[in-house]
T-cell receptor
Framework: KQEVTQIPAALSVPEGENLVLNCSFT??????LQWFRQDPGKGLTSLLL?????REQTSGRLNASLDKSSGRSTLYIAASQPGDSATYLC????????????FGTGTRLQVTL | DAGVIQSPRHEVTEMGQEVTLRCKPI?????LFWYRQTMMRGLELLIY????????DSGMPEDRFSAKMPNASFSTLKIQPSEPRDSAVYFC????????????FGPGTRLTVT
């Protein structure tokens, strides 16, 4: 059974810092990995999707990398802003379970002024 | 595109009552997913549909839960009878294809059962 873990569970950084969020998964047989953002009381917003054959994806100040063999992904946020404060979730598709996404536990990020 | 639409946004009900949550997926998306989010268990997939047909309902907690998708633009998740432990945020999501295509989430329905 796939298990997805995110470290740290919570993070507080001052504005302007670059930061890295970590995601690890136990079963490397994945289709792809997706990073989401969730604001308090809101739904999930898709940030980046990395196909299993890719090693990274970039969108603006965000860069996500994937090392399938080691079961790891990182989300790099450059020059953090207070508006980046949210919970960040990673999720993986497994090749053996068709369309099911397995979600990580999330990292709650706070960017302070 | 309006995105995934869910209603109601908040529902407060008494134990034993029937609850119906509604979802309208993004037009053209063939897959629809129902999730439940709690502090204790995080996000869990309850059931998903492909072209209106339920494909995997192994995440549905028990017989009190049922889901239908009568057409491509509408799905319901029903809980009857409701219990306090059903209190959670229920999300609907849709995607164009399966197996690795982006899922788009609705704003969720916050259910409180007293």
């Amino acid at each position: 059974k796939q298990e997805v873990t995110q470290i740290p569970a919570a993070l507080s950084v001052p504005e302007g810092e670059n930061l890295v969020l970590n995601c690890s998964f136990t079963d490397s047989a994945i289709y792809n990995l997706q990073w989401f953002r969730q604001d308090p009381g809101k739904g999930l917003t898709s940030l980046l999707l990395i196909q299993s054959s890719q090693r990274e994806q970039t969108s603006g100040r965000l860069n996500a990398s994937l090392d399938k063999s080691s079961g790891r992904s990182t989300l790099y946020i450059a020059a953090s802003q207070p508006g980046d404060s949210a919970t960040y979730l990673c999720a993986v598709w497994n090749t053996g379970t068709a369309s099911k996404l397995t979600f990580g536990t999330g990292t709650r990020l706070q960017v302070t002024l | 595109d309006a995105g995934v639409i869910q209603s109601p946004r908040h529902e407060v009900t008494e134990m034993g009552q029937e609850v119906t949550l509604r979802c309208k997926p993004i037009s053209g998306h063939d897959y629809l997913f129902w999730y439940r989010q709690t502090m204790m268990r995080g996000l869990e997939l309850l059931i998903y549909f492909n072209n209106n047909v339920p494909i995997d309902d192994s995440g549905m907690p028990e017989d009190r839960f049922s889901a239908k998708m009568p057409n491509a633009s509408f799905s319901t998740l029903k809980i009857q009878p409701s219990e306090p432990r059903d209190s959670a945020v229920y999300f609907c999501a849709s995607s164009r294809l399966a197996g690795g295509y982006e899922q788009y989430f609705g704003p969720g329905t916050r259910l409180t059962v007293t």
